[in-house]
C-alpha cells in the first residue's frame, strides 16, 4: 500500500508563488513509481497536471501550465514537488498527487494506482 501526503496549499494573490510537496510514508519508495500532479476545481472533474518519470528525466505537463510549473523529485528523500509561479485564479483547485506502477508517462486519472488525500491551493485576484 502506498500512503502519500500531499502539503504546502494555501491562499495566495494571483502572480505569486506555491510550492507542493508530496511524500511517501511508511515503507513505500517511490522511485518504484511514475508519479503525477493533478488538480480539481471547484464543481469541476479532476484534471490532469503533471507528471515525471521515475529517474526524474523526462516530465509532461498540461498546456495550460507549462513554463509555469515545474515537477520535479527527489527519490533520496521520497519526495514529488510541483513548484507553482504565476500563479492565476483559474489555478484554484484541490491538487493530488498520485503514483502510476509503470515506466510510462501517462496523463490518464485511471492509470494511477494511489492517490493522496489533497490540498487546497486557492488564487486570489
Known amino acids: 500500500q502506498v500512503q502519500l501526503v500531499e502539503s504546502g496549499g494555501g491562499l495566495v494573490q494571483a502572480g505569486d508563488s506555491l510550492r507542493l510537496s508530496c511524500a511517501a510514508s511508511?515503507?513505500?519508495?517511490?522511485?518504484?513509481?511514475?508519479m503525477g500532479w493533478f488538480r480539481q476545481p471547484p464543481g469541476k472533474e479532476r484534471e490532469f497536471v503533471a507528471t515525471i518519470n521515475r529517474s526524474g528525466g523526462d516530465t509532461y505537463y498540461l498546456d495550460s501550465v507549462k513554463g509555469r510549473f515545474t515537477i520535479s523529485r527527489d527519490n533520496a528523500k521520497n519526495t514529488v514537488y510541483l513548484q507553482m509561479n504565476s500563479l492565476k485564479p483559474e489555478d484554484t483547485a484541490v491538487y493530488y498527487c498520485a503514483a502510476h506502477n509503470g515506466v510510462v508517462l501517462t496523463t490518464r486519472r485511471g492509470r494511477y494506482d494511489y492517490w493522496g488525500q489533497g490540498t487546497q491551493v486557492t488564487v486570489s485576484p
Open positions: 511508511g515503507r513505500t519508495f517511490i522511485s518504484s513509481y511514475v
